[in-house]
């Protein structure tokens, strides 16, 4: 495996906020108290990490009869007994997308086992934890997933699975619907592994989230990796104090809230969530829906809480909803500001590893971390990369491009694909037309100069006219070159789908499963093997 950095700043769409953050620049350092280096404050953070013994001994087990249930691999339950046994916890998560989501979930559960084994190596004992995000109820975010037939062109399956709308995902239970998705999938990625993965993972009985603990279960069971599922009722009892603080510190948690974001909008950055003065943290559960809680006061001036935004709301005073909470804490959940410290609650956590809107998360979160655990987890950039195949690989020598020329979208590809392919006579008969236009008008100008001055500017007008029409003229050549050339549009629609699908990097954009099946198990070794936790710049990988 080769592999080229790319940094950041030459990613399209990439915020400042993220680019400064991996540069630890000081305009962000008010807002991450650690820098993205995790050998920098490893040990210092390890040394002061404090975790209550009972809850690690009651969340131990909670995750012991999870993994159980997953059929979980030897070298899971040595990390679960490191954990029980004072173990600290590198974590990172993803919501529970079809078939394992999109490549980047894969990058995050390596870059969880990487930190942790460099964290054991310099003597502080750490295991991987992913954390399924169980509890989101945003179901056409994890529904489907992409995977490239035989041409290159993305297939996208979905499964038509549904629970309630607005019900978490946790709650959509699969049925026989899922078996063709499953064969569908199975006929794009071969008869490999992966796909007897697929078949004994997705099966009718499971949840979407059981259904992709299975799979990682299998894909990461050499690695030891402790997968965690967020809506176990047991977990949301062991919690039930964090939703409590939620409410009680409710306005306090706001205003810390709104002050970070004035600050970051302050510095020329942007709020990753918007808060409002109403906000609070927790979801609550009405008619098997997931409804966000709002505070607000009544006409007599006293406070309320707002369960629901539909007129049918159901409104509890703060003794009523901390009531529920202690009677029933399965039936609350945390929003994106307040999942981190829930997390970090449960588990003994020295580090976070997630991408850039993760990081955006955690440049708000930090004050609320400040309020309820007065700690900030740190946060490490997960690994990312651009997987190049040889086929691809192929096409970009062929036509003398790079992989971020692909960045710059698939019409701008077709059209530089078609300039190298342009007759040599004609593309040597616009390089003469430009050197005479540039030789003609620079001489003229000199001329008209000593003439009269003025009429320089008006020379620099026409020349410009002219190198407008030359230019135009030149694409109008290459269009005409790519309907001659089925080709060449083929491959710059494959060379789009490849590395850089819709507009975005190819590691949110094509399934991670299909990678597994085209090049096993060795390939999550080889990338294993080529990461390197300080370098946080974006990886071209040719396979």
Known sequence: MKAQCLP???????????????????????FYPH??????????????LKYDPARRQLVTAILERQNKSWDASPQTFANLDRLRKGAAAIVTGQ??????????????ALTAVKLAEEATASGIEAVPVFWLATSDHDL?????????RPDGELRTLTTSSLGIEGAPVSDVRLGDEILPVVEEAVSLLGD?????????SYRPGETLGSAFARLYTRLFGEWGVILLDAADADLHRIAAPIYKGAIERSEDLDAALLSRGQALEKAGYYQQVKVTPSSVLLFGMRAGVRAPIHRRETFDKTREFVIGSDPEAEKLSSAEL???IASGPESFSPNVLLRPVVQDYLLPTLSYTGGAAEAAYFAQVGAVYEKILGRVTPIVPRFSATLVEPKVQRWLRQYEITVPDTFRGPEALRQALASRTLPAGLQAAFERANKAVEESFSGLQEALAKLDPTLVEASQTGGSKVRYQLDRLRERAMAAELRRSEVVSRHAEALSQALYPENALQERGVGGIYFVARHGAELFRNIHDTMRTDCHDHQILEL
């Open 192 to 200: 490999s592994e992966a796909s007897q993965f697929l078949r004994e």
């Open 95 to 108: 919501q529970v997308g079809l078939f394992g989501g999109p490549m980047f979930a894969i990058y995050k």
């Open 8 to 30: 950041f700043s030459q990613i399209p769409h990439t915020t400042r906020l993220f680019t400064d953050f991996l540069a630890y620049s000081p305009s962000v350092q008010p």
């Open 322 to 324: 901390l009531d529920r």
């Open 140 to 148: 056409a975010e994890v529904n489907h997933v992409s995977i490239p």
């Open 35 to 48: 820098s993205p280096h995790f050998s920098e404050w490893s040990k210092a953070e390890a040394s002061s």
